[in-house]
């Protein structure tokens, strides 16, 4: 007798195409995978466990680049176990941790913590991001191909950009070698160091010191061009300026091997929301003029820019109820992503189908890995259920994140992830930890 774990989700408007169209349904899942997608359910399915998505959008897992999961090292502000419940309530499937913990995720056996614990973790898949230098202080490689072997998926620069041309240059030739991706964060560290915001007219209004938006443009046109001369690919994770977006484009047109994402405060909130010295305002890098949210709003919308990344770094309110220029940068975003985006489909901002294939297919095609974030048979049965038509209030202290640092609080959203699955089997949240406020 076979014990092959069968399910349907019965009913829904299934993302196809690479995340392009949404068409009427019927998902078969068979033992992690997707077996089928069918208007017509087969006789030996008609009997086995099913989800009813009637009236629901059934979308494939959403993959987040950029997590701070805060373990080893913070976790007072975050863990595995949490963060990876936090990203199956917000739709993610898969979170790509950030290396900088304590110790930095530079050598295997930091990379194998992360790897055991994450398989423990009740949610989302964890995949560590390795540090492409000792420390992340840009000195000395690190051993990239035991990074890989231990589980790494890429390697980054860190926060900033490397300060030496040259070591970024043996960067992107060692991880070509080794074949993993180079995620750099495309921010020039000598103009950003000791700044709280972006520079332009609230910077003067307030009286903060300031990053101008080149510190954006130069580090990413210089990483791009040592990625180009490696003969490999670089893919900026936070796209944040006009500056930044005209050197993507023209980097694009040179035939550099190039991708980059943003985030969705990014694509939400401006420099004027700094005005109420918030601290839930101040993240890294910080939030950019109108005409720079438009401009990212437009390379989004022109398939220039591929994914988005929620940069979710959780703080306790130690860290936040202080003065804004001594505060910790970042904001949580896992379980507000999703809605805040949907909200800029509803108001005609942004179309639905880059958005998705931002969270999905963009993010695995920069992992390569093309069994995630699509619906198609052989797929990663990494499934989730949006019921895309509620509206609900982002409300910190519902949330599955331990982070108390939430820059969407009390913002009304749209669409709810009723149903994450991860392999082919549904993750039980918390009870309580829903972030909705019904209406």
Known sequence: MSTETRLVIRGGRVVVDDATKAVPAHVLVADGRVTG???????????????????????????????????????????????????????????????????????????????????????????????????????????????????????????????????????????????LPVFSSGEDSWLSNGTVMHEGQASLRLGMSAVPPEGEATAMFRDGLMAHLAETSVHFQRVTTAAGVRVLRRLL???VQVTAGTTPHHLCFTEDDVATFDTNTRVDPP????????????????????????????????????????????????????????????????????????????????LRRHDLGRIAEGAVADIIVVQDSISWRAKGEQMLTSGENQLFEGREMIGQVEVTLVDGEQVELTPGGRNVDFR
Request: proline fraction near 5%; include cysteine.
């Open 37 to 179: 997608i069918t208007n017509d359910l087969p006789s030996d399915w008609a009997s086995v466990d099913s989800i009813d998505a009637t009236g629901r959008l059934v979308a494939p897992g959403l993959i987040c680049l950029r997590t701070h999961v805060c373990e080893p090292g913070f976790e007072w502000r975050e863990d595995i176990r949490s963060a990876s419940q936090a990203a199956a309530a917000g739709g993610f499937t898969t979170i790509c941790a950030r290396p900088d913990t304590d110790p930095v995720n530079d050598v295997r056996a930091v990379t194998e913590q992360i790897v055991t614990r994450s398989q423990l973790a009740p949610g989302a898949h964890v995949f560590p991001v390795g540090a492409a230098t000792l420390g992340l202080k840009g000195e000395h490689l690190s051993e990239m191909g035991d990074l890989r072997d231990a589980g790494c998926v890429a390697v980054s620069t860190g926060e900033t950009s490397l300060r030496s041309t040259r070591m970024m240059r043996r960067v992107f030739e060692y991880a070509r070698s080794v074949g």
């Open 253 to 255: 047109e040179d035939g």
């Open 287 to 366: 939030l950019r003029s109108c005409a720079d949210v438009e401009a990212v709003r437009q390379a989004l919308r022109d398939g220039v820019i591929t994914t988005i990344a929620t940069d979710h770094s959780p703080m306790t309110s130690i860290e936040k109820l202080v003065e804004y220029e001594f505060c910790e940068p970042g904001t949580t975003g896992l379980e507000s992503a999703l809605g805040a985006l949907l909200n800029l489909v509803r108001e005609g901002s942004l179309p639905l189908n880059r958005v998705l294939s931002a969270l999905t297919t963009g993010p695995a095609n920069v």
